[in-house]
């Protein structure tokens, strides 16, 4: 096999990859758009690139400006309780929230409340940013949210 032959191959080998990788990105972004998720995040917020960074680290290190306590609740009154909470901070002009939801150890399997937070932030119109709190401040059993300021 020379040195052509080889080069073709490995060019038809990449692009059927190509095609499979964009078959793939195409049936996941046709069940997204069809089960109405979508990428709340995805938004580009205009100015400063810097100062944007700047903004999300301070945010990030700062302490929540209210927390809620969710854990030993069914996950319907865990819902009906953080409505209100961030209908509320919100409507403070809060930054930063805490949910306390528990790190699930007398649930078998994954935990239950902390499944439910991350649903009710992807769907939370307001909701931007989480992640896992420092273990001093609840690891995993807690999670903070930043809230996107109003447009």
Known sequence: MNFEDILNKWENSNSNKQE????????????????????????????????????RRRL???????????HGLTREEA???????????????????LIIHGKGNH???EPVLKRLVMEFIEKCPYAG??????????GEGATWVLLKKSK
């Open 20 to 55: 499979k990788i964009i078959k793939h990105t195409n049936v996941m972004e046709t069940w997204l758009r069809n089960n109405e998720v979508f990428d709340k995040d995805k938004e580009i917020i205009p100015g400063n690139r810097a100062a944007n960074a700047q903004e």
């Open 60 to 70: 990030k290190n700062k302490r929540p400006d209210a927390h809620i306590d969710i």
């Open 79 to 97: 819902w009906q309780e953080l409505l209100p909470f961030f209908n509320n901070a919100k409507n403070n002009e809060m930054e930063k929230l």
């Open 107 to 109: 649930t078998s399997g």
């Open 129 to 138: 940013e989480s992640g896992r709190e420092k273990s001093a401040g609840g």
